[in-house]
């Protein structure tokens, strides 16, 4: 073992739907992440998203939700469920710091980074 434990990143899965329709309920979607919500730093995540059938678009969104990630690449998980997969790649922990600011303290790689994501999904209009 090395004297320094790995970095993780931890995840939060926030989960949020935006869903219209004009009758009856839907199945609640959900979120998980792949192959888990806490990583080691340097490997990469695939957050998986699943709604009812007919969802026509996933969106996944970062922290500040000014930074998202659309697709329209869904596949039919099961007869009732739709599926949505997003590969987030690691980022280097490093300190950032605005340029109108004084500098940032240095991360800590043994604490890692979390991020908070949010899932929002878009239905196709019933014909």
């Not at 888990?36 to 998203?49: A, D, E, L, M, R």
Request: glycine letters at 6%; hydrophobic letters at 30%; one cysteine or more.
């Amino acid at each position: 073992m090395s004297p320094h434990p790995t970095a993780l990143l931890g995840l939060v899965l926030c989960l949020a739907q935006t869903i219209h329709t004009q009758e009856g309920a839907l199945p609640r979607p959900s979120i998980s992440a792949e192959p888990g919500t806490v990583i080691p730093q340097g490997s990469h995540v695939t957050f998986v998203c699943r709604g009812p059938v007919g969802v026509q678009t996933f969106r996944l969104e970062r922290e500040s939700r000014s930074t998202y990630n659309d697709t329209e690449d869904v596949s039919q998980a099961s007869p009732s469920e739709s599926e949505a997969r997003f590969r987030i790649d690691s980022k280097p922990l490093e300190a950032r710091t605005p340029p109108t600011q004084s500098p940032a303290p240095q991360l800590d790689p043994r604490r890692g980074r979390r991020t908070t994501v949010t899932m929002s999904m878009h239905l196709l209009p019933k014909a």
